[in-house]
């Protein structure tokens, strides 16, 4: 099998379910954002030189892509999408383990005011990884601020991962 379907020659896509839209909606302009967050995110994991790090950011890039599935469902299936895959759908824990990696990285980082991306090559990845992680996110915010469904946990994953990112340019 190919991935050259050809099917989006003239410009349109399939979400989750089949539905065919065109590459310019909104639903498939959003979850491209966290895309790019996807391969930013795999920069500072091949620049990062902690096992810990890259696991934990292997494990959100895998959380990454279900947040983009979530994205990539129509309206009229979020219904089918939560029948089948709510058991990996972004949730609370998804959240909190964020959270509580916020928390941990904040008690060994003094705070003295803005930081400035490139004293590393891992630091600069680290914050184009969160400057790309609030574009999506504001993404997902005006897609849910244009009436589309869209669960609040999605917005607050990538708020949380914004600011771990922050805080890993702290560290670097």
Request: net charge negative; charged share 25%; hydrophobic share 40%.
């Amino acid at each position: 099998m190919s991935i050259s379907t050809k099917r989006g020659d003239d410009g349109s896509t399939c979400l989750l379910f089949n539905k065919r839209v065109s590459k310019t909606h909104p639903r498939v302009m959003t979850y491209g954002r966290v895309d790019e967050l996807g391969s930013a995110l795999g920069l500072c994991r091949a620049h990062c030189q902690d096992p810990t790090t890259q696991a934990q950011i292997l494990e959100i890039q895998q959380q990454l892509v279900q947040l983009m599935a979530e994205l990539a469902t129509d309206d009229g299936d979020q219904g089918r999408y939560q029948e089948k895959y709510a058991e990996q759908a972004i949730s609370a824990a998804h959240i909190e383990a964020l959270g509580a990696h916020v928390i941990e990285k904040e008690k060994g980082i003094r705070f003295e005011g803005w930081s400035y991306a490139g004293d590393s090559v891992a630091d600069a990845f680290f914050d184009q990884a969160r400057t790309t992680c609030r574009r999506a996110e504001r993404a997902v915010v005006a897609l849910a601020e244009s009436g589309a469904t869209v669960r609040p946990e999605l917005i607050q994953y990538l708020n949380r991962l914004a600011d771990l990112l922050w805080l890993r340019i702290k560290e670097h």
